[in-house]
């Protein structure tokens, strides 16, 4: 079984749509994330939750917008695509702080045209 | 300011020649360091986790050490499948960010 899933794995849209990437996590963990990678593939955070609450918010701009239903998911959805968003997604999770351990999710691969 | 630098970029080896990867980071109050492996088109795999300089971890023909500047992963006598890229990060007291590094992207050729 997949420890951190997200789907879809490969998006590509057009500038102006609004799209959304789901993530679930299985490892029963109370803290996820998303990372962005660029495509000089630095890995950078955007959002993290702990138990459904918002803890980091880097200088993301406010049409990417986190939403987080309960505990083991962590959606991601963007408005008005632009085509700097293009990059990879990741979502993660980790038990309580940063200290422990990061897993991630195979990365969606979003192209806007 | 960057605050993981990995050094090399890229690093081309020949199967079984031993060589090491570096990560230093200028954090204060490092709160723990991640050592990750990156296969094209995955996501990121952990490898590692060292918490205070002197600690070393080891894994099949990687072994990861950690002093107060910088941590090295040597790869002992590589094989083909270990090409990948390798990322370090670093959590640092007072936030909950994990800061990676842009990694280093190894190939072992037969």
């Known amino acids: 079984d997949t420890a951190v899933s997200q789907t879809p794995k490969y998006l590509v849209t057009q500038m102006g749509n609004d799209k959304s990437i789901k993530c679930e996590q299985n490892?029963?963990?109370?803290?996820m994330y998303w990372y962005k990678q660029d495509s000089k593939k630095f890995l950078k955070i955007m959002f993290s939750?702990?138990?459904?609450?918002?803890?980091i918010n880097e200088t993301v701009p406010n049409r990417f917008s986190p939403k987080s239903p309960d505990k083991a998911h962590l959606n991601l959805h963007i408005n008005s695509l632009e085509l700097g968003d293009s990059a990879v997604y990741f979502c993660?999770?980790?038990?309580?702080?940063?200290?422990?351990?990061?897993?991630f999710g195979e990365g969606s691969w979003l192209t806007v045209v | 300011e960057d605050q993981v630098t990995q050094s090399p970029e890229a690093l081309r080896l020949q199967e079984g020649e031993s060589s090491s990867l570096n990560c230093s980071y200028t954090v204060s109050g490092l709160r723990g360091l991640f050592w990750y492996r990156q296969d094209p088109g995955k996501g990121p795999e952990f490898l590692f986790t060292?918490?205070?300089a002197g600690e070393e971890k080891e894994k099949e023909r990687l072994k990861a050490t950690l002093t107060k500047k910088e941590s090295f992963l040597h790869i002992t006598a590589p094989k083909p499948e270990d090409s990948a890229t390798y990322l370090c990060a670093v959590a640092q007291g007072g936030s909950e960010k994990l800061v990676f590094g842009k990694g280093t992207k190894l190939t072992v050729n037969p």
């Open positions: 490892l029963g963990h109370d803290t």
């Open positions: 939750y702990n138990n459904k609450e918002l803890i």
């Open positions: 060292l918490y205070s």
């Open positions: 993660a999770s980790s038990r309580g702080t940063v200290r422990n351990t990061i897993y």
